[in-house]
């Protein structure tokens, strides 16, 4: 509680875990995630459409979140502010980089999140 301080996310959390401890459960999860349908987390409470990149991520997959500042970045960068345009951004940088678009996914949001103005000014401005 003295981190979430929410009764209902705590109970998620334990209900989830839960969950999982049942084998016959891990093996709907790991059919999902074959499908690459994460939609299927959104079953559990506080579970939506940009948690479920976080949850795959935080789970060792190669995901990234479509948060507001990766959306940000990915229209920076000319492939749109969607989902699939940030996953463009991480892939491409992932790739030239030779680092796993998860850890792209972790470096570029920090750093968004360090440095919120950023994008917001105009391309002359920014340095």
């Known amino acids: ?72 970045e990915a229209e920076y960068f000319g492939y749109g502010p969607t989902a699939l345009g940030v996953k463009a951004t991480v892939d491409f940088i992932a790739k030239s980089r030779g680092h796993r678009p998860g850890v792209i996914d972790c470096v570029l949001w920090r750093w968004a999140e360090q440095h919120p103005w950023y994008f917001e000014q105009d391309d002359e401005d920014a340095t």
């Open 1 to 72: 509680m003295k981190h979430l301080n929410n009764p209902k996310k705590i109970d998620a959390i334990i209900s989830m875990a839960t969950w999982l401890t049942d084998d016959r459960n891990w093996v709907q999860v790991k059919a999902a995630l074959k499908a690459n349908n994460l939609s299927f987390f959104r079953q559990f409470p506080f579970i939506g459409p940009i948690t479920q990149y976080h949850l795959a991520r935080n789970i060792g997959l190669d995901y990234a979140k479509p948060d507001r500042w990766l959306l940000r």
